[in-house]
């Protein structure tokens, strides 16, 4: 895939877009009701909660990866500085969910149950979390156009995080349907905050926006296209914590 370098016009038109998107983010930012070191604290105990095992940070890149999550749920204006945020392919904003990308077992879906659970009683951070291929399970269930109607209404209400993206199957439920592309596009239309977790798709392990790009040969690049505005992008770096 060849890069095209950007005019200079364009670079100065993004950087304006930027800076308009950061201080409309600032400016309707909520009072939140932990502090910084109180949400940190919150958040180690109920990570070894629900997942048995203290929450490892002694890796400078962990460090790194938890970072602008927490200044993100934080609403913090550190998060607009934060190094594993893409802010070269996507303008950072409180109001866009956000896309965690990176390797198998770097700790992306233990981390986002975490905040799920902490949040649970947080309405303006509350989100629910599905595994992809359960959305497929659930489409295929369906029988009748009242069982579709409640299905897209499940999955087009309230704040949610699509674990795996890219893992699952094609639907196949009286024809194949590529169903996370019709839910996540409704979302967009009907301006859901929505989070997404994936891994790099083969060949593009260090690429994230390579890895994007990619993901229109599985869904549309309609899909892909939205990506950039409904998403503040992260990526999560380092070994795996699995091993």
């Not at 002694?58 to 190094?83: G, Q, T, W």
């Amino acid at each position: 895939m060849k890069n095209i370098k950007p005019h200079q016009k364009n670079l100065d038109i993004y950087e304006q877009i930027k800076q308009n998107t950061k201080q409309s983010s600032i400016e309707t930012k909520r009072q939140h009701p932990y502090s910084k070191v109180d949400l940190w604290k919150a958040f180690q105990k109920e990570y070894l909660i629900l997942h048995s095992k203290t929450f490892l940070y002694n890796d400078d890149n962990v460090i790194k990866n938890i970072k602008p999550l927490f200044c993100y749920f934080l609403e913090s204006d550190a998060f607009f500085e934060c190094r594993h945020l893409r802010t070269d392919i996507s303008a950072p904003s409180f109001k866009k969910g956000l896309l965690l990308f990176g390797n198998v077992g770097v700790g992306k879906s233990h981390i986002m149950q975490t905040f799920q659970s902490l949040f649970a009683k947080y309405q303006p951070h509350r989100f629910t979390m599905t595994p992809t291929h359960e959305v497929v399970d659930k489409y295929e269930a369906t029988k009748s156009p009242e069982d579709r109607n409640h299905f897209y209404k499940t999955f087009t209400n309230g704040t949610i995080l699509f674990d795996d993206l890219n893992s699952e199957k094609v639907a196949n439920n009286f024809g194949h349907v590529n169903i996370m592309k019709e839910v996540i596009l409704r979302r967009c239309t009907l301006n859901k905050k929505t989070h997404l977790i994936m891994n790099p798709l083969p060949g593009f392990e260090d690429d994230t926006n390579g890895s994007l790009l990619k993901l229109g040969d599985n869904y549309d690049q309609r899909m892909v296209d939205r990506f950039y505005e409904m998403f503040n992008i992260i990526e999560l770096k380092g070994k795996s914590m699995r091993r």
